[in-house]
């Protein structure tokens, strides 16, 4: 895994979004995308089988466990880990190569690939969502409908290890009310694109009209 942190200067923003399975980070990274086209995702490579209509290079890119290991051994992901039973990876090249453009870019990672992608991008914005309670949570991940008893039972348990590390994140986000989370990552993703640094590049000539350095 790449350790090396580095705080390069590019146009686009990387928002990182992590949360306990269950918490509904994808519901809303996908809604957020709606609405924002500026938001642009980041598809990570998986060993896991699709899921319902899920499609190779939309959702994931689906490797089986030899192209996995190929690519980890080309020095191809700026993280992996081993989430529930099966390897994710994200391509470091895929994203030099959209927020140089100045495009945003949003993983929706598990807990500990988010950790792996700010010791390589130290500008990353972290952002962890975290269910209103745990027998909200319990409910999400049984009327998901996806998982037996017994890989329910895990999840909750993973989720304990997650939330508890919730402060190294820069951001958290309740999920109680869907429509609130969603006007929260919205403000932090406006936020974001506020900053001196991203204004000054945005605008440059105002700045420089109003002889700002």
Known sequence: MTTTSERMDYPGNIFVVAAPSGAGKSSLVKALMELDSAVQPSVSHT????????????E??????????ALIAADGFVEWAHVHGHRYGTSKKAIEERIAQGADVILEID????????K????????????PSWEELRSRLERRGEDSAS????RLKNAAEEM?????????IINELFERALFDLKAIV????????AQRRARADTFAALNIP
């Open 151 to 154: 890989v329910i039972e895990l």
């Open 111 to 118: 807990f500990q690939g988010a950790l792996q992608i700010r």
């Open 190 to 197: 406006h936020a974001q694109r506020l900053r001196y640094s």
């Open 47 to 58: 060993t896991r089988p699709p899921r319902g209509q899920e499609k190779h290079g939309r």
């Open 120 to 131: 390589t991008f130290a500008n990353a914005v972290m952002i962890f969502i975290l269910p």
């Open 60 to 69: 994931y890119f689906f490797a089986s466990p030899p192209e996995f290991d």
């Open 164 to 172: 508890a590390r919730a402060g190294e994140f820069d951001f958290v």
